[in-house]
């Protein structure tokens, strides 16, 4: 089974341009993830997706951030106009719909693509 | 928001066992604790993840003492390939917004 894939592995723009990352989930997966790892910081959660409509997209920095997911399936992630300070690597990750199996052995694993590194010149 | 703290970095030498512990003193009720693995230029992989007492599976276990204030991922004879930065997030289950990295643990296994 393929896993999380994102497009492009790299991306390098010129600031005020515009890049939008691309994220293709685990076929099935209803929760789709953004997260960034700006340098030298923790990652840190952008938004969730639940199938297409967006569960919580507190972690957005601002405005210029755009994500859609498209039928809930992949999810596109723009950066408009991009600035310096977007430089960093972006993450998606994916997850099924939750599960419990009793409170010791409930799980909710995020499976995580290998990420998008963005350089903003 | 629960915050965790976990040792900036570690070593060990190939064949013993490592024990990283995360401190998570202000854990909710309904948090859980998961561990990820993450190595160069790839996405955080899931280890392993538990509530409370002790959970194993063929890669880890993870001891969790009673008052859930602090968990120990148990990594048992390590190898070269387990160095990699290892992560404790405490949240939900599904609430990806409460998924807190931290600075995690850097492992290095030395030959």
């Known amino acids: 089974e393929a896993g999380v894939t994102q497009f492009p592995s790299h991306s390098v723009i010129e600031k005020g341009q515009t890049v939008t990352l691309r994220c293709d989930p685990i076929s099935g997966h209803d929760n789709l993830y953004w997260y960034r790892r700006v340098m030298g910081k923790e990652i840190k959660f952008l938004l969730h997706?639940?199938?297409?409509?967006?569960?919580?997209e507190s972690g957005m920095p601002n405005n210029r951030f755009l994500a859609e997911r498209t039928g809930g399936t992949y999810s596109t992630l723009k950066v408009q106009p991009a600035e310096l300070e977007d430089s960093g690597v972006y993450f998606c990750?994916?997850?099924?719909?939750?599960?419990?199996?009793?409170?010791?052995?409930?799980?909710?694993?995020?499976?995580f693509g290998p990420g998008t590194r963005l350089t903003v010149l | 928001l629960a915050k965790t703290t976990q040792p900036i970095s570690m070593d060990s030498y190939e064949g013993q066992e490592v024990n990283i512990t995360c401190s998570h003193n202000?854990?909710?009720?309904?948090?859980?604790i998961t561990w990820y693995q993450q190595f160069p230029s790839q996405g955080p992989r899931f280890i392993i993840q538990g509530y409370k007492t002790k959970v194993t599976n063929e890669v880890a276990s993870l001891f969790i003492p009673a008052d859930r204030k602090s968990s120990t991922l148990s990594l048992p004879r390590v190898s070269l390939s387990d160095t990699a930065v290892y992560y404790c997030l405490v949240g939900p289950l599904g609430g990806a917004n409460n998924l807190f990295f931290g600075t995690g643990t850097r492992l290095t296994v030395i030959p």
């Open positions: 990750a994916s997850s099924q719909a939750l599960r419990l199996a009793g409170r010791d052995s409930s799980y909710n694993e995020q499976f």
């Open positions: 202000n854990i909710a009720t309904n948090d859980y």
């Open positions: 997706f639940v199938k297409e409509s967006k569960q919580d």
